[in-house]
């Protein structure tokens, strides 16, 4: 299973929030390369950033911040947040990010992503909320299923999809393993798990159910779980 602690990035901080409401974020650390540093000398490899503004701008925001990261560690980047047209994939990857989160696009554009993903490293990065898919930063709510749009990506190169429950994103509350199943089983695909992990029994529950890949964010920066014991569990395995 493979683990990838989060760094959400706000006006060049890193910040977690709660249900992916901009007015709850919280801030952990002024220098986020830091944050990513500490991840890699605890153990892991991968590293999930999101560009909060981007997301919200649909332009890169924070660029510098994502520089640093990258030039600072040897951690494998996966990056989403404000991604919308190739030039920005190609400026990320030449800059040292290993794999692209593509979300709203996704849905508003789902060929665009197919031939992206025919050239580079792309994830699909599913949110939603009551079934249904979220967009632009989950200031809006789309009419469509998320199983539907996971069915879209079946047998498009994509790498994997970011199967995030809105509603358990932030809160601690415990992983939606039954909706990362349905995204698994309606793809096909290797799906990472995203929102309400909160411990160490959230990864045994991952792993029992053969889910590929979860992101740690605030069950890390909250102390609910110590990455070092999750490391551990993996490599025991």
Known sequence: MVILPAIDLKDGKAVRLTKGLMDTAKIYSDEPWQV?????????SWLHVVDLNGAFAGKPENLEQIKKI?????????LGGGIRDEETIKMYLELGVSRIILGSIAVKN?????????????????????GYVAVEGWAEMSEMKATDLAKEFANAGVEAIIATDIAKDGTLSGV??????????????????????????????????????????????EGTINLEEVFKLIKER
């Open 36 to 44: 990513a540093k500490k991840f890699e000398d605890l153990g892991s």
């Open 110 to 130: 789902p060929d665009f992503v197919k031939e992206m993903a025919k050239k580079y490293p792309i994830a699909v990065g599913i949110d939603a909320k009551d």
């Open 176 to 221: 939606n393993v039954e909706f990362i199943k349905e995204i698994r089983d309606a793809s096909g695909l290797d799906v990472i798990a995203s929102g309400g992990v909160k411990d160490i029994n959230d990864i045994k529950l991952l792993i029992k159910n053969k889910i590929y890949g979860t992101i740690i964010g605030k069950a890390f920066y």
């Open 70 to 78: 990258v030039e600072n560690t040897n951690l494998k980047v996966e």
